[in-house]
């Protein structure tokens, strides 16, 4: 795997310098960069374009929300290099978590992450895919849930068939049918399962898992995980 250029944005000295210094003993990770407030967070990243940020959330000037919100219009604006915005934060309150989403995170996770597994974070956010812990994960599918819910009733007291998307949906699945395993790999997915610990639980490769989710994410036409996660509970593939 290709060298992950790392940036960090946290106002904690302790530990910022402590993340700083673990991934910088970690062969394939290289920090091009870290500060302590927004401010000067957003500086560095425009002149270190590293392929992942990971930002805390409570920053003293400007908030990490608004920190990712202005690094992803910034590279949809000027065409910049496309880095990958993964919230590290004690933060795991309905509205932070999904403000961060809205504002363009690409993964989100809580500090008391062992380190180990914040390696695992940046290498699945790396290659493309969004990485929730399942704390959050569980906030993010209970507001899909809802919505859906909430989309449903309306249009059942409108009288009114559920929207096109629906039905395209199951002709999807009518041409793309999952196996028994990808949904077995879904449901975990919509859990917040990590690849590593699909693997684990399924007794499976990495590799292996990695498959099914590239299958998976074909068969329905998501772009990433999340998007697959919430087509599969508005579809009723997974409870």
């Known amino acids: 795997m290709s060298e992950i250029r790392v940036a960090l944005i946290e106002d904690h000295d302790l530990t910022r310098v402590g993340i700083k210094m673990a991934l910088q003993q970690h062969e394939g990770i290289t920090v091009v960069g870290d500060a302590a407030n927004g401010t000067e967070g957003l500086k560095m990243v425009r002149a270190t374009k590293p392929d992942i940020v990971i930002v805390d959330i409570g920053l003293p000037d400007i908030d990490g929300i608004e920190v990712t919100k202005r690094i992803k219009d910034t590279q949809a604006s000027a065409a910049e290099p496309d880095t990958k915005v993964l919230i590290l934060t004690f933060q795991d309150n309905e509205q932070e978590v999904l403000a961060a989403f809205a504002a363009g995170a690409d993964s989100y996770c809580m500090k008391d992450i062992s ?9 699945v956010t790396y290659e ?3 990485w929730i ?16 819910s909430a989309t449903k009733q309306i249009e059942k007291s409108k009288t009114v068939m559920i929207n096109a998307t629906d039905s395209e949906f199951n002709q999807l699945i009518e041409a793309y049918p999952l196996t028994e395993r990808e949904l077995e790999v879904l449901e975990l997915i919509v859990q917040g399962y990590s690849n590593a610990a699909i693997a684990q639980k399924l007794y499976i490769t990495v590799g292996t898992v990695k498959t099914h989710v590239r299958n998976i994410l074909n068969k329905l036409s998501a772009a990433d995980r999340t998007q697959a996660a919430v087509l599969a509970l508005r579809s009723g593939l997974v409870g």
Do not use: C, M, T, Y
């Open 128 to 130: 493309g895919n969004s």
């Open 133 to 148: 812990d399942p704390a959050i994960a569980r906030i993010v599918l209970k507001k899909a849930k809802n919505h859906i």
């Open 115 to 123: 380190f180990e597994q914040l390696l695992e974070v940046l290498r």
